[in-house]
């Protein structure tokens, strides 16, 4: 009886072990090696932290497909992807607020679980709401479990930041070589005044001598 416990906990883990998924979408994907699926699980959590945090990171409300991730992003639930998409369907949901607001990229963020080209998405959301996104919104960070798109006017004023810093780095980076080769350029002529200075030979004076009043290097008879 002392095993019985053990037991039954072996018992409960042969379907996870032998069954396969469900989902046809990760069949093929997934490896049944407990290491592995750690190192997965690992990995997986790294990216839904990644999203979290660039979706929290931008003003105002953000649209999701996971709605998971717009709650841990602390962002307000505002909309319902596949229920909405549903209603509207059924004439009972007016889409055009939505579609405002994503041409006047009132959404912070937009997140989707794939491409946004998946038949998938058709069934989370109304084509033209897609078309509204593709439109007004770029992709900024994309991963196995979906993309995030911001405006295009913010993405815009991110790439003209990058390059202003990128220019000045460079224009920085010129003038402090420009030194270099400058302050290289006088030491090494500086050694070959030495040299030049060592090498000359000094003149003899037998059977002349300086005359104290002339002017400096003129040698008298």
């Not at 005044?193 to 003149?203: D, G, L, M, S």
Request: hydrophobic share 45%; with cysteine.
């Amino acid at each position: 009886m002392a095993y019985a416990p053990i037991a039954l906990y072996a018992w409960l883990l042969i379907p996870w072990l032998v069954v396969p998924p469900l989902d046809d979408r990760h069949a093929a994907s997934v490896d049944w090696n407990p290491a592995l699926a750690l190192q997965q699980t690992e990995a997986a959590q790294q990216r839904f932290d990644a999203e979290v945090a660039m979706l929290r990171s931008q003003p105002g409300p953000v649209l999701c497909e996971s709605l998971l991730r717009c709650y841990c992003a602390g962002k307000p639930y505002i909309y319902d992807p596949f229920n909405a998409t549903r209603f509207i369907g059924l004439g009972r949901l007016n889409e055009a607020p939505v579609l405002n607001a994503l041409r006047q990229h009132s959404y912070g963020a937009v997140q989707l679980s794939g491409p946004i080209d998946s038949p998938r998405r058709i069934v989370m959301f109304r084509p033209e709401i897609l078309a509204a996104i593709r439109e007004n919104y770029e992709p900024v960070l994309e991963n196995s479990d979906g993309v995030i798109y911001l405006p295009n006017d913010a993405v815009a004023e991110r790439r003209d930041r990058l390059a202003a810093g990128t220019a000045k780095s460079n224009g920085a980076g010129s003038a402090q070589n420009a030194d270099l080769n400058r302050a290289a350029q006088a030491v090494w002529a500086s050694h070959l005044v030495i040299r030049v200075a060592a090498k000359t030979p000094t003149p003899q004076l037998r059977g002349m001598h300086a005359d104290p009043v002339s002017a400096p290097g003129v040698i008298l008879h």
